[in-house]
């Protein structure tokens, strides 16, 4: 029965890609010490039923037949990801390079780098090859497209089943071990340096994300210091992250614009943290039992999702909305963030904006917004297919090293550089390249789930040759990627910490960047009881990823 069933799965390429799916999708939802290994166990899945079904006693034409299918699955999967992705993570690429991120980085790049070097030495005092050296700093830092880039590589030097199996083998047992050490590591970093995580939080006004729980309160301005500061002053002189909503002056109702001027007894509502409206209430005047926001008798506010491809891409301080609309946005959502613009803010589709305005200009701003679910399901392909071919073409030109060395972006490298710059302009006259959140997720999972689910097939012919012939390689690796993910880790620690002097609750984040890794942000945030590692992690991740495309091929080169 088992022997028929994987002589089907041979004969049905697309049917066993899917069964590799449906066995590895529920054992990525399982935690084990409130950890969980995600995406990888598609991979984990694939490879143990390539394994099996690429038997020695298979048609070496059938064979090549699923490997070739294979292929063309796990590179679309990839360029789809990779693209998904770098269109996502654009912002937070280009605000890194702020005075503050560019440190943040600093730590990233002396990291990866030192990291490269001594797998170069680990695999000289072992023995390993390039392409199990590879997969070993991939499989470390747990990154699937870093993997990618290093599979293409090797695809490109005429490699066979076998070589090709092995960055992959490697890559899959030292993922675990990537994403348990930096825990460990988090764990017991408080202790080491001494330091208090809710002490270090409380004095670090500058840290915090804007990304939490926002409260609307009401303020009475009573100090006549503040009388005439703008709405744009009030902001800068504390670097406050809060929004203005009504005014309430004379007993009539305002809306008030960046230049709007307070007076003294005026009642005005303010949307932020409660550590920015205390500090706020401090400078203007005093909080007030008054619940003005709960008066709708001239203004009211309103929930609306951004579907209107006309609005995106574009600062709020352009649309001018107090002007032109009669309309505040007080607050955003982002996937599952809550956040206060400012006028730099820049709408993305999917968005869903609180709005502050007339009762009876509602549906006109609505209207405007687009509020739209059916709007919001739709891609414009496009687009995405433009943006996607351009990636794919930019990864196919030979870039010259040196020394007859020539490196290729591929199809993980190139369309990651084409999205990260559409990303950044939003959108080029009519052409918008970013689209909905919740599209953009969808995408990038599917496309990882194809890329995990192929390349784990095609491997595992080579993982069981590679395990047959040499059991011992288990224990080597496991020990390999201990010593590389404790030694980057502490080494992140030491140089962000004690060198850079970044905080402990934002090193976190960047010691979860740096292996790119989800699980670990969500176990940092447990640890501290607050959102400062999403800083340290939105800042390093873009960067990290592409170091690691880029540094795992070098590796190749390297290696010899």
């Known amino acids: 029965m088992i022997e028929q069933t994987l002589f089907f799965f041979a004969h049905n390429p697309l049917l066993m890609l899917f069964a590799v799916v449906a066995l590895g999708y529920p054992i990525s939802k399982l935690r084990i010490a409130g950890a969980s290994f995600g995406i990888a166990s598609i991979l984990f899945a694939g490879i143990a039923l390539g394994a099996l079904v690429m038997a020695p006693g298979l048609d070496p034409g059938l064979k090549k037949d699923i490997s070739r299918e294979m292929k063309l699955v796990y590179e679309l999967g990839l360029a789809v990801f990779v693209y998904a992705m770098g269109l996502s993570i654009s912002h937070s690429f280009w605000a890194a390079f702020s005075r503050e991120g560019m440190k943040k980085n600093a730590v990233v790049v002396l990291v990866m780098v030192a990291s490269m070097a001594f797998v170069v030495l680990l695999a000289r005092l072992m023995g390993f090859n390039a392409r199990y050296a590879a997969g070993l700093l991939t499989g470390s830092f747990t990154n699937m497209p870093a993997l990618a880039g290093v599979i293409e590589r090797v695809k490109s030097m005429g490699a066979g089943p076998l070589e090709l199996a092995q960055p992959t083998v490697a890559s899959a047992i030292a993922y675990p071990i990537g994403v348990l050490v930096p825990m460990l590591v988090i764990l017991v970093s408080p202790r080491l340096f001494g330091v208090n995580l809710r002490e270090e939080a409380d004095g670090l006004k500058d840290y915090q994300t804007g990304h939490h729980k926002l409260e609307v309160w009401t303020l009475r301005v009573t100090r006549p210091e503040a009388e005439s500061l703008t709405k744009r ?70 929930r609306v999702f951004v579907s209107n491809w006309e609005v995106v891409g574009v600062p709020l301080g352009k649309l001018d909305l107090v002007n032109k609309r009669q309309a505040i946005i007080t607050r955003v959502r982002r996937g599952d963030l809550w956040f206060v613009p400012a006028g730099d803010t820049v709408l993305e589709l999917g968005d869903r904006v609180r709005v502050t305005t007339r009762r009876d200009n509602i549906e006109a701003i609505e209207t405007f917004f687009g509020d739209s679910y059916r709007a919001l399901s739709e891609v414009s392909f496009l687009t995405f297919a433009m943006g996607l071919a351009a990636g794919l073409a930019l990864g196919q030109l030979p870039i010259p090293l040196g020394h007859g060395i020539v490196f290729k972006l591929g199809f993980a490298g190139g369309p990651l550089a084409v999205a990260l710059v559409l990303g950044r302009f ?89 292996h790119t890794q989800p699980v670990v942000l969500g176990y940092a945030n447990h640890q501290t009881g607050n959102e400062m590692p999403n800083v340290g992690f939105a800042t390093v991740y873009p960067l990290a990823t592409i170091l690691k495309i880029v540094l795992a091929q070098v590796l190749l080169a390297l290696i010899r």
């Not at 004379?250 to 920015?276: C, I, Y």
């Not at 080029?428 to 689910?453: D, E, K, M």
């Open 426 to 514: 939003h959108r080029i006259g009519p052409l918008v390249w970013n689209f909905p959140y919740s599209a953009n997720h969808t995408i990038r999972q599917f496309g990882l789930v194809l890329f995990a689910a192929g390349i784990g097939v095609i491997s595992g012919e080579g993982f069981r040759a590679i395990v047959a012939g040499n059991a011992g390689v288990l224990p080597l690796f496991l020990g390999a990627a201990f010593l590389v993910c404790l030694m980057a880790d502490s080494l992140t620690m030491l140089i962000g910490h004690k060198g850079f002097g970044i905080p402990l609750n934002v090193m976190f984040g960047i010691v979860a960047g740096t």
């Open 233 to 302: 002053e009030i902001r800068a002189a504390g670097r406050f992250q809060v929004v203005f909503g009504r005014v309430l002056r004379n007993a009539e109702l305002l809306l008030p614009g960046p230049d709007f001027r307070l007076k003294l007894d005026d009642l005005v509502t303010v949307v932020g943290s409660p550590d920015d409206l205390v500090q706020v209430a401090l400078l203007i005047g005093e909080r007030s039992h008054v619940e003005l926001d709960r008066d709708q008798s001239a203004l009211d506010a309103t």
